[in-house]
């Protein structure tokens, strides 16, 4: 599933492939991927101008004229083009928006999970999803204060903490594996048993490598690319992420690999220790 990283990779992408472009009209093959019926939603986007695209957590806001915004979840393998007019198109594109400079604007998914809803602008945030999440994974946004808060009041174990949207936004499989190696936290940590300097440590590390990866374009696993259909390059600085077996990048220790609330958890037994209680 495209994480933080990819999806602010895309949204830089689109800005310069498509903001102000004027959207003439939209083909909408698949119906289930938009909240309203495919005529309906078309000619609310007939001639309307992309204005800019926007981000919040991993939903991308394409900003409409006329007060409108598409808000588009890209789940787990979605993905935007942008082609020629007349080229044949692939048989996991499902909408088209066609552009006045004689371009299509193209959303293509292979397991048909990304959805678009189209709402008035300023209304965003009474999406499904976005009504309860998190703050941003950034210096002004994360605050150590709301940490040891939202933290103290949890007995959950730390890695499907870290994957709750509500919580933190944008955080994904890859950058909890990576963030809980980084600060030497087990991924089976109860969140309330975090000292303050492990808080500080883990706080510090989301942030840089959130930022290092969106640096990097993000991390391209199974089918993600940027808006201009190339692969990032974050997977190749991966520290822990799909090296099970392998030694740990720290210590030599082999990387072990479990199942943890459903989803694949590499760590280093050696690095990342379970601990009691730690006041500090």
């Given amino acids: 599933m495209p ?14 492939l498509v903001a102000g472009s004027q959207v003439t009209s939209v083909d909408v093959l698949y119906p289930k991927m938009v909240n309203l019926p495919p005529e309906d939603f078309a000619a609310a986007l007939k001639d309307r101008t992309i204005e800019q695209i926007d981000r919040r957590g991993k939903y991308l806001f394409l ?4 007060h409108q915004t598409i808000v588009s979840h890209l789940r787990m393998e979605g993905n935007y083009d942008v082609q020629p007019e007349g080229t044949p198109l ?6 088209v928006f066609h552009l006045a400079d004689g ?3 193209r959303y293509n998914d292979s397991r048909k999970f990304g959805r678009m809803t189209l709402v008035e602008t300023g209304q965003e945030m009474t999406v499904a999803g976005l009504k309860t999440i998190g703050p941003e994974p ?6 150590l204060d709301y940490m040891k808060k939202i933290f103290s009041k949890s007995r ?3 890695k499907p903490f870290l994957l709750d949207q509500s919580k933190i936004a944008g955080l994904g499989n890859i950058y909890a594996d990576e963030v809980l190696w980084l600060s ?11 000292s303050l300097s492990e808080l500080k440590t883990l706080r510090k590390n989301i942030i840089h490598e959130i930022q290092i990866a969106i640096a990097g374009h993000g991390t391209t696993v199974h089918s993600y690319s940027t808006a201009y259909g190339e692969a990032g ?21 082999p990387i072990k690999k479990i199942k943890l609330a459903q989803r694949g958890t590499h760590f280093c037994p050696k690095c990342q220790v379970l601990h009691g209680d730690r006041h500090e």
């Fill in 156 to 158: 959950k174990v730390i």
């Fill in 63 to 66: 900003r409409m004229s006329g």
């Fill in 103 to 105: 371009r299509q604007l």
């Fill in 90 to 95: 692939t048989k996991h594109t499902h909408i």
């Fill in 233 to 253: 390059q974050f997977q190749n600085h991966l520290n822990v992420y799909g090296r099970q077996g392998e030694p740990c990048l720290r210590c030599g220790t």
């Fill in 184 to 194: 030497k936290i087990n991924p089976k940590q109860p969140v309330n048993t975090l």
């Fill in 3 to 16: 994480e933080l990283p990819e999806v602010e990779t895309v949204r830089r992408g689109l800005t310069e």
């Fill in 138 to 143: 950034t210096e002004s946004d994360l605050t």
